[in-house]
């Protein structure tokens, strides 16, 4: 890697911020003659990060059904959550897990996918580690929605389930980030072309 890098700047290596300030033209750096693998790759990388950027924008059109899919998961994981707590309290002790399954029975289709985990060890330890240890009156709700799995936390009364603010912010920041990835490969990749005698750009 190290090789490349001097190949390309005929000066020990830089690192990647120096690298972008001066696609950007903030800085200028001598830009010796590019061997073809480099422009190569350079291009190959510029044709995917904007192919992944323009990916990216296309799920915006995915956001409403997955917004709608998560109210509805929510939905359920409130009434889920209130059989349990009702049960609780009027048996003194959580509800087993057949007992769960017969009432889960007569419930939407998230509902009937749903399963009760009412142990620490059922629990991921991602999911631990965010919203804390189990107590011992505690317990989570998890359902298998297509594309991962969404949980419902008692002790905390949340769920993983993203917000709709969530939801836009993160599809918009990854297409952003890809879009600027492929602006600065793109202009170091011209910027290197430039610098070798009689190529045309």
């Not at 297409?175 to 430039?194: C, E, G, H, Y």
């Amino acid at each position: 890697m190290e090789t490349i890098k001097s190949t390309l700047f005929n000066r020990p290596p830089c690192d990647a911020a120096v690298l972008v300030a001066a696609s950007l033209g903030l800085i200028k750096l001598p830009m010796p003659r590019t061997p073809d693998i480099v422009n190569a790759l350079l291009y190959a990388a510029t044709g995917i990060t904007t192919l992944f950027a323009l990916l990216l924008l296309g799920t915006f059109t995915l956001v409403p059904k997955t917004i709608e899919n998560g109210k509805a998961i929510d939905s359920a994981f409130r009434e889920a959550s209130d059989f349990v707590e009702k049960m609780s309290a009027r048996d003194g002790q959580m509800p087993s897990g057949a007992t769960f399954d017969a009432w889960k029975a007569g419930g939407s289709n998230w509902v009937k996918n749903m399963e009760l985990l009412s142990s620490p060890n059922m629990i991921p330890s991602a999911v631990a580690v965010r919203f804390g240890p189990m107590p011992p009156d505690g317990y989570a709700l998890s359902v298998w929605r297509g594309e991962w799995t969404e949980y419902f936390i008692s002790w905390r009364k949340e769920s993983t389930v993203d917000s709709v603010a969530g939801l836009y912010a993160s599809s918009l920041g990854l297409s952003l980030a890809s879009a600027l990835l492929s602006v600065v490969l793109w202009r170091i990749r011209r910027k290197l072309l430039r610098a070798r005698p009689g190529s045309i750009n």
